[in-house]
Each structure stands twice: as C-alpha cells, then as structure tokens.
C-alpha cells in the first residue's frame, strides 16, 4: 500500500506517526474476535442524466490482517498526535465513556461540544483511510487544528445503538458537488457522510462546503426520527437520553439514505462525483 498522505493532515508538518482508528481508551469496545478487517471501496461517478459510471469494488487501505481495534493510519504527525489530539481525547473520555457504556446522563452544551469536536477529529482522520473520499477541505481542517472546536457547515447527531455487527465500523462517504459549467479539471470531493458506531453510542457527521447549502435541509427532521440528538450547532439546550435505539439494520440505513439522499437531490445544473469507503470486520 502506498502513503495515504506525505505530511500531516492537520499542520502539514513531517514526522509522521501511526494513529489509532480508534484510540487506546475505546479499544476493549471494539469486537475482537476478527483476526482481518475488512475495508471496502467503491468509487463511481454520477453525471445528470446518467447512469452510474465506473463503479468498481477495490479493498481499501485497512483491509489488512489484524482485528480492528488494532488499526491504525498514517496521517498526522507526533506533535500534533501527542499534543492537541491527545488532549482532546483526554477532554472527550470522561463526556463519552458513560454513553458507550450505556451509562447515560445528560450532557450539557460544552459537553455536546467537546463530542462534537471529537468526531470532527474522528471524521477528519478516518478519512483519509481513503484519501480519494475526504470530503473535508484543507481549510476546513487548518481552522480545526487552530480552535479544536466543531465548524460551521457542518452537522452533527449521535444516538443510543444496540447491536453487533456495526460497532466499530465507520461507514464514509464523500462526494463532490460542482456547477456543470465549472467542474474542475482534477475535481475533489467537497462534501463527506459518516456514520460510526462503538459500543451504546452511534454518530454522524456530515459536512457540506460545496455551493450548494441547501442539501442539508431535512437532515435535522430526519434524525431525529430514528431517535438522534443534534449536537452541533448546538440548540444551547441540555440534551436527555434519546427514546429510541438504534440497531444493526437501522444503523445500515441510516448510512444508505445518507448516501442515497444526496445523491437524489442534485438538480440539473449540478455535476456530481462520489466515492465510498466502508471499513466493517
Ligand atoms: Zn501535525
């Protein structure tokens, strides 16, 4: 496998280190009685009027031998990994432990907000499991590394989840939106879905820097159906245990409709571009 990235995703600095996908703290969450995990890619683009092209399957980076838990990503650098990632872990353990050890309790605004700046993180650095998928722009990622706080375009849900097969997994999607008549020549995505499950808690992070800022319109409603909380931008409410959890198939759903949801909703003038990324064991 080649280098996902020559320097940090964060501060474009050398020195890389290995991060865990999911660090040391949540690991005894994740199932591991898998000896390979699975990381599955499919890359194809849609262009109104078209059909799906060039969909193709490939493993992706983290299929590899080894259970999950133990996978990680080359893609920032020690100062970075050691120093305010590791203090925003530090600062998102005591907030998320009890949520996925089903110990719940209501979090207040700084707490959904520190949530929220963790699965930014989260969301920026599985990514690049697949650097052809990040939706997130470099900008988007330097203004996260300068205020480690949640950024606006963005949206963010957490819910309760029971089940087996999705904790631990990250289901990635990115796309690119462009106005037909001004696609770039090496067009990127400019939009990402994720959803991740570990242990009682389940999440999703969506964010949308493309022209288009009507696409999340609807997002909030549906949700909240399935029983998720938004967490950023925050209502600057305290926010109580959702009344539904999410299960396995639910789970797959949701990370469907994402998918399928935006994918529908491009009108004529808009040229689309997607890839996925699904890491499962
Ligand atoms: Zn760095």
Same mark, same amino acid.
């Given at each position: 496998m080649g280098k996902l990235t020559d320097v940090c995703i964060f501060c474009g600095g050398s020195g890389l280190t290995r991060e865990h996908v999911w660090p040391e703290w949540l690991k005894q969450y994740v199932p591991r009685t898998h000896k390979t995990t699975f990381h599955q890619v499919k890359v194809y683009s849609v262009v109104p009027g078209h059909p799906i092209e060039n969909e193709r399957y490939s493993k992706g980076h983290l299929t590899r031998q080894g259970d999950p838990a133990s996978q990680r990503l080359r893609v920032v650098c020690k100062k970075c990994n050691t120093g305010w990632m590791s203090r925003l872990q530090q600062k998102a353990k005591p907030i998320m432990l009890p949520l996925v050890n089903d110990e719940w309790r209501e979090l207040d605004v700084e707490s959904q907000g520190i949530l929220a700046a963790w699965i930014t993180m989260y969301t920026m650095v599985i990514e690049f499991a697949h650097p052809m998928t990040a939706g997130v722009t470099a900008e988007h990622r330097r203004l996260f590394f300068n205020s480690q706080q949640p950024l606006p375009k963005w949206l963010i849900f957490f819910g309760t989840f029971q089940g087996k097969d999705w904790s631990g997994d990250f289901n990635h999607w990115g796309g690119g939106l462009y106005n037909k008549n001004s696609v770039p020549v090496s067009p990127k995505c400019n939009m990402q879905t994720t959803t991740a499950a570990i242990g009682g808690l389940i999440f999703h992070s969506f964010c949308n820097t493309s022209h288009?800022?009507? %696409?999340? %319109?609807g997002f909030g409603n549906y949700f909240h159906k399935f029983g998720f909380r938004c967490?950023? =931008? #925050? #209502?600057g409410k305290t926010i109580v245990r959702p009344i539904r959890t999410i299960d396995d198939k639910m789970a797959t759903n949701i990370a469907d409709t994402m998918r399928d949801y935006i994918l529908s909703s =491009? #009108?004529?003038r808009i040229q689309t571009l997607w890839f996925s990324d699904r890491f499962s064991i």
């Amino acid at each position: 496998m080649g280098k996902l990235t020559d320097v940090c995703i964060f501060c474009g600095g050398s020195g890389l280190t290995r991060e865990h996908v999911w660090p040391e703290w949540l690991k005894q969450y994740v199932p591991r009685t898998h000896k390979t995990t699975f990381h599955q890619v499919k890359v194809y683009s849609v262009v109104p009027g078209h059909p799906i092209e060039n969909e193709r399957y490939s493993k992706g980076h983290l299929t590899r031998q080894g259970d999950p838990a133990s996978q990680r990503l080359r893609v920032v650098c020690k100062k970075c990994n050691t120093g305010w990632m590791s203090r925003l872990q530090q600062k998102a353990k005591p907030i998320m432990l009890p949520l996925v050890n089903d110990e719940w309790r209501e979090l207040d605004v700084e707490s959904q907000g520190i949530l929220a700046a963790w699965i930014t993180m989260y969301t920026m650095v599985i990514e690049f499991a697949h650097p052809m998928t990040a939706g997130v722009t470099a900008e988007h990622r330097r203004l996260f590394f300068n205020s480690q706080q949640p950024l606006p375009k963005w949206l963010i849900f957490f819910g309760t989840f029971q089940g087996k097969d999705w904790s631990g997994d990250f289901n990635h999607w990115g796309g690119g939106l462009y106005n037909k008549n001004s696609v770039p020549v090496s067009p990127k995505c400019n939009m990402q879905t994720t959803t991740a499950a570990i242990g009682g808690l389940i999440f999703h992070s969506f964010c949308n820097t493309s022209h288009d800022q009507t %696409l999340a %319109l609807g997002f909030g409603n549906y949700f909240h159906k399935f029983g998720f909380r938004c967490i950023w =931008p #925050s #209502s600057g409410k305290t926010i109580v245990r959702p009344i539904r959890t999410i299960d396995d198939k639910m789970a797959t759903n949701i990370a469907d409709t994402m998918r399928d949801y935006i994918l529908s909703s =491009p #009108s004529k003038r808009i040229q689309t571009l997607w890839f996925s990324d699904r890491f499962s064991i």
